[in-house]
């Protein structure tokens, strides 16, 4: 969750050290994810925020993103 909003909720995807070091993939039904987060169905999708965060650990990391789909 967000302190300034109610609007935005984070889902933990992957956390810990399990795959330092190679590619993660990860494939979502934001539909789902949507109506976990708000108990409510989705609207059009109109923004989509990913984050790699370490404040919790007070460690550094390197991300890249690659190529991200929606579909359908």
Known sequence: SSPRT?????IVVNSGGDGVGAW???RRDLTKDFQMAFSEVPGKIIG?????????T???V???YGDIE???
């Open 6 to 10: 109610s609007r935005i909720k984070m």
């Open 24 to 26: 993660q993939y990860h």
């Open 48 to 56: 989509l925020g990913l984050l790699t965060d370490t404040d919790n």
């Open 58 to 60: 007070r460690t550094q």
């Open 62 to 64: 390197n991300a890249i």
């Open 70 to 72: 929606l579909k359908k």
